[in-house]
């Protein structure tokens, strides 16, 4: 079922642009064959596959829009499981399980900040820089 259309790029009877740069994950982008033959070409299977790598399908239809061809459906979403921070820095916290399994454990709170920054990031989608202090570990 088409939800909502619009277009992104014209081209001519030899080539057209591909540009989908703001389509979101798990989107269709239909590209018309004016001839009817559906078929994909070697150009439309290269773009296909750039456009799967970024979560999008392809298909392809004919002029009326009453046959269509898809090419490649897209990718099922990338879904970010978020960390639970405080779970994780109870685990290497002074009262955490590597107390017991490590006789020669000792407290670092720099770890435990290191190891919340890059949660968060991962949690947020983001990258981060961390830099460990004399004495961290």
């Known amino acids: 079922?088409?939800?909502?259309?619009?277009?992104?790029?014209?081209?001519?009877?030899?080539?057209?642009?591909?540009?989908?740069?703001?389509?979101?994950?798990?989107?269709?982008?239909?590209?018309?064959?004016?001839s009817g033959d559906l078929e994909p070409s070697d150009a439309d299977l290269g773009v296909a596959g750039r456009l799967y790598e970024e979560g999008i399908g392809t298909a392809i239809t004919n002029n009326d829009a009453d046959r269509l061809f898809?090419?490649?459906?897209?990718?099922?979403?990338?879904?970010?499981?978020?960390?639970?921070?405080?779970?994780?820095?109870?685990?290497?916290?002074?009262?955490?399980?590597?107390?017991?399994?490590?006789?020669?454990?000792?407290?670092?709170p720099g770890q435990r900040t290191m190891l919340r920054r890059v949660a968060e990031a991962y949690n947020g989608g983001g990258v981060t820089l961390v830099e460990a202090g004399t004495g961290t570990g």
């Open 1 to 34: 079922m088409l939800v909502e259309a619009r277009a992104v790029a014209r081209g001519n009877k030899a080539a057209v642009l591909a540009a989908a740069r703001d389509a979101e994950e798990g989107s269709v982008m239909i590209h018309n064959h004016p």
């Open 70 to 108: 898809v090419v490649v459906e897209p990718p099922k979403p990338h879904v970010v499981e978020p960390l639970e921070i405080d779970r994780l820095e109870a685990l290497i916290g002074p009262k955490g399980p590597l107390v017991q399994e490590h006789p020669a454990y000792e407290d670092r």
